[in-house]
């Protein structure tokens, strides 16, 4: 079944495993295995391989740091390609912006961004996530999101060929882009930041993540804040006014430290996170008419 797709892993120093654990790949840290992982190690990788699995009927799905899914307790029966650190490449352009694949860390962006003097990146600092998929959802934090500082972004279409988006063709709304939930295959991203104080973005940096470390469970397990912000709301409030902080299905709770957060208190599966969510969607709505959505992707 997969013998095509190993094939050309094999061709370009592509690196495979066999049934995989997927709970090693998400920050819930749960989900069964999967079939096959693969790491590309580039856009030309990725699109051979892809192509491969649409040819061949095989399912796939591509992650990153897995900051925010869920993969089923029963695993993947697929493909599952990870764009890590072999396509993590970050550099300054000759224009001045900055150029990073899909699988850069976010982290590792702010860094570079601060080694250039660049600002605009400070509110990312922190968040557990990828390049990629910060571009996909629009991510965001602390009154900032990616497209405040999003020029262009590359990809693979549906066709196989490479392209890019860019200015308002990137349709970047509230956690949504172009991308979401499309075939469209994020492989970089181009940003245009400012010159800035290095001393003053450091400064900026420290204090969200002095802020994210106080308020919010990062000793768990978790995808981050589970909910969208509902308009003129606070998803953590209304779950906390519910009387809902603490409650726990299984190994899944309400974190006490901040209601917005579903985290894995020990041992929790994804049936016991998708339970849990599904009984704080159904109170909150029962007693608030608000009904919550999640920023959670789940792959069955």
């Not at 699109?47 to 992650?63: E, G, N, T």
């Not at 882009?177 to 245009?192: C, F, H, K």
């Not at 998708?274 to 709505?285: C, M, S």
């Amino acid at each position: 079944m997969y013998d095509a797709i190993l094939q050309i892993a094999d061709r370009y120093h592509v690196e495979t495993f066999s049934r995989f654990p997927l709970a090693k790949l998400t920050s819930f840290q749960t989900g069964g295995e999967a079939d096959l992982l693969l790491t590309p190690n580039s856009k030309e990788s990725l699109r051979d391989i892809v192509s491969a699995c649409r040819r061949d009927s095989i399912p796939f799905c591509v992650v990153g740091n897995g900051s925010n899914l869920l993969f089923a307790d029963a695993g993947f029966r697929g493909a599952v390609l990870r764009l890590g650190a072999p396509m993590s490449a970050i550099r300054r352009l000759p224009d001045g912006r900055i150029f990073c694949e899909a699988g850069a860390p976010l982290t590792a962006l702010c860094l570079f961004a601060l080694r250039q003097g660049l600002a605009g990146l400070e509110f990312a600092y922190g968040i557990p996530g990828t390049v990629g998929g910060a571009v996909y959802m629009n991510a965001g934090a602390y009154g900032g999101e990616m497209r405040d500082v999003l020029c262009e972004a590359r990809h693979i279409a549906p066709d196989g060929t490479f392209g890019a988006f860019s200015g308002e063709d990137l349709k970047l709304g509230y956690r949504t882009s172009v991308y979401t939930d499309t075939d469209y295959l994020i492989t970089g991203a181009v940003l245009r930041l400012e010159q800035g104080d290095p001393d003053a973005i450091k400064a900026a940096m420290d204090d969200k993540m002095r802020r994210r470390k106080e308020k919010q469970p990062l000793e768990y397990p978790s995808a981050g804040s589970t909910f969208k912000r509902p308009e003129g709301r606070f998803a953590g409030a209304l779950i906390e006014g519910c009387g809902l902080k603490g409650y726990s299905i299984g190994g899944a709770q309400v974190s006490e430290k901040h209601a917005g957060f579903v985290i894995n208190k020990g041992g929790a599966t994804t049936a016991d996170i998708l339970a849990l969510i599904k009984h704080i969607q159904e109170t909150v709505y029962a007693k608030t008419g608000v009904q919550l959505q999640t920023e959670v992707r789940y792959i069955g």
